[in-house]
């Protein structure tokens, strides 16, 4: 078969850029399996079938999520919806032995390394800042300051690659972020010690509501080509292509090949968080043409049309997706506040003297209160 070339917005971007291609596709978006020269990969039918669930699954967790923000039960929440297959593909690529660097949309990798959603929930409900173990996951915790995790994840590979460990770090970021300096400084650090870090950048299109072509006046996979490594295109609404890209950038890195930079080309179809409003700077047309490229929708039309699952599979994962939605409900309306002193005891591992006294104090002031009050 041939390579397949598409342009993923037809017409779309500022008219000074080159026209896009060489996007990596597996499945098209009428959920036809296509073939990649250099992106070969075999998945068999269960394969395929646990990534469609991990889609709906992470979906629902995220549509739950937002309505549960929207009742007052979250402080806010960024949704990830459209951007599941890119999460979903990028996790799965990753082996149990290397570490993903996250930013604050990230939910879909949260799963797939076996964080509990509600970990993530108790972060966005402001009782937590972030229950789950880094290390045990192999997923650190969520970064709000844009870009800061591109510089955490190239020292921790380089870091490896001091160990002599052949595991790798993958850093997530926006294509907003791209314009951040730490962004930049990262993937020169990366390049100049062949870093065994790989850079996904969910280009998501809008940074909250800058558009993709105020970032950028080249495609951001180009970029990459200036700091002396690959930069691959790849559509970040099909998982099969993402987890075949991933883990061929990841594969290089475990052998000493040096970063590889991933634009995952995809669209964030609902508000940049629970906070924004993105019909004041993107047209309903825009958000329709990508609907139709839903990155459930084209695994869901390739399991029919193949014979790979049938109704009952789809029905067992949608109770499945029941089920998660009210566990994520009721354990986000029973999540107890923490005592006060917690927040001392995850500064430092191992506690300060000054810190001590620091959470000795608040202690006092607290139990000066009229019961002791939390
Ligand atoms: C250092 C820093 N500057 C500014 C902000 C405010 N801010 C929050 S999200 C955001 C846009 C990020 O866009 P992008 O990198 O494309 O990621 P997306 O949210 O679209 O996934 C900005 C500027 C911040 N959090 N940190």
Request: proline share 5%; charged share 20%; glycine share 10%.
């Amino acid at each position: 078969m041939t390579t397949e070339v598409v342009d993923p917005v037809p017409g779309a971007g500022a008219p000074h850029l080159p026209r896009q291609t060489g996007l990596v596709q597996l499945l098209t978006p009428e959920g036809e399996r296509v073939q990649h020269p250099d992106y070969a990969i075999d998945v068999t039918a269960e394969e395929l079938r646990d990534l469609y669930r991990d889609l709906v699954l992470v979906r629902r967790w995220d549509v739950e999520a937002t309505a549960l923000q929207r009742q007052g039960e979250l402080g806010i929440w960024a949704s990830l919806l459209g951007q599941e297959a890119a999460q979903i593909g990028a996790g799965r690529a990753l082996r149990p032995d290397d570490t993903a660097f996250p930013t604050y949309r990230e939910h879909g990798v949260a799963w797939t390394r076996g964080v509990d959603p509600l970990h993530v929930i108790s972060l966005f409900r402001g009782v937590d800042n972030g229950g789950w173990d880094p290390v045990a996951t192999g997923f650190n915790l969520y970064t709000v300051v844009i870009g800061a995790q591109c510089l955490h994840a190239t020292g921790y590979a380089m870091g490896l690659q001091r160990d002599g460990a052949e595991s790798a770090a993958l850093a997530f970021l926006g294509d907003g972020a791209t314009s951040q300096g730490e962004v930049n400084e990262a993937m020169i650090w990366a390049a100049s010690f062949s870093a065994p870090v790989v850079f996904f950048c969910q280009n998501n299109q809008y940074a909250i509501s800058v558009p993709l072509e105020r970032q950028t006046r080249i495609p951001l996979y180009q970029r990459a080509a200036g700091f002396g490594f690959p930069g691959v295109r790849v559509d970040g609404n099909d998982v099969l292509a993402v987890l075949a890209v991933t883990r061929a950038a990841l594969a290089a890195a475990r052998e000493g090949q040096g970063p590889t930079f991933i634009e995952a080309f995809t669209y964030r179809m609902g508000a940049h968080t629970t906070s924004d409003d993105p019909t004041r700077y993107r047209l309903a047309s825009e958000l329709e043409e990508w609907k139709l490229r839903d990155p459930i929708a084209r695994v869901k039309a390739y399991l029919s049309r193949t014979g790979t699952a049938d109704a009952d599979f789809f029905a067992d994962v949608e109770a499945q997706a029941d089920e998660l939605a009210v566990r994520i409900r009721r354990g986000t309306t029973e999540m107890a506040d923490p005592p006060g002193r917690a927040m001392f005891d995850r500064v430092y591992a191992e506690q300060t003297p000054h810190l001590a006294a620091q959470q000795a104090q608040f202690e006092a002031y607290q139990a000066g209160f009229e019961g002791g009050g939390h």
